[in-house]
């Protein structure tokens, strides 16, 4: 079945370091492809999305290329700043036929040292 | 801001007792789903809705029941509580176009069953 695979956290940088975070999936279609960011004691948030192969999404300085010919879709950020600090999580959906499930990674804690 | 509100956002209880939480829209959309988050797990998902009294059951579905009598509301019950249902639990709706349809989370409630 469709899965998704993230970096193990966590994850902890210096502010204007460079950012990181692999995604791998699996997935029988053609799935559409998620980052979603939880900050301490919030519910999650949609940070980016990519629908078809070689779209980037982008959004707060966080980019993810969807990869086919590797099934990834890394996260990256520049310059990361204390206030990026929080959960992120890497998640697919399936598209085909009438599915509207997520299949989400376990989720990768950055803290960002000022 | 997709409108989403959870109540109560905290609760606690004690085992055996039933508990329902309750999700509420301001938008009428018609995909709805509950999650509970757990510490090295992610996100599952228990149950979800694609309509008024039409649900159908998550990857974490026992012990759990849900109702949807209106569109703006999705009733998730604990039959009689657990301590292994301690965690947080989410709502959250989907919508857009076809690919990139999104979903879009609630703050969370806090569950505490002693």
């Known amino acids: 079945g469709d899965s998704v695979t993230q970096m193990e956290g966590p994850v902890t940088l210096s502010e204007e370091a460079f950012l990181t975070i692999n995604c791998t999936y699996t997935?029988?279609?053609?799935?559409?492809l998620f980052w979603y960011v939880q900050y301490p004691g919030e519910g999650l948030q949609l940070l980016l999305k990519a629908t078809k192969a070689d779209d980037k999404g982008s959004n707060k300085g966080f980019e993810a290329t969807y990869r086919k010919e590797t099934t990834s879709f890394h996260l990256e950020k520049g310059s990361v700043q204390v206030s990026d600090s929080a959960v992120y999580f890497c998640a697919l959906r399936d598209n085909a036929g009438n599915n509207r499930k997520l299949i989400w990674g376990l989720g990768t804690s950055l803290a960002v040292n000022p | 801001d997709a409108g989403i509100t959870q109540s109560p956002r905290h609760k606690v209880t004690e085992t055996g007792t039933p508990v329902t939480l309750r999700c509420h829209q301001t938008e009428n959309h018609r995909y709805m789903y509950w999650y509970r988050q757990d510490p090295g797990h992610g996100l599952r998902l228990i149950h979800y809705?694609?309509?008024?009294?039409?649900?159908d059951k998550g990857e974490v579905s026992d012990g759990y029941s849900v109702s949807r009598s209106k569109t703006e509301d999705f009733l998730l019950t604990l039959e009689s509580a657990t301590s292994s249902q301690t965690s947080v639990y989410f709502c959250?709706?989907?919508?857009?176009?076809?690919?990139?349809?999104?979903?879009?989370f609630g703050p969370g409630t806090r569950l505490l069953v002693l």
């Open positions: 959250a709706i989907s919508f857009g176009t076809s690919g990139g349809e999104t979903q879009y």
């Open positions: 997935a029988t279609g053609y799935p559409s």
């Open positions: 809705s694609y309509g008024v009294k039409d649900t």
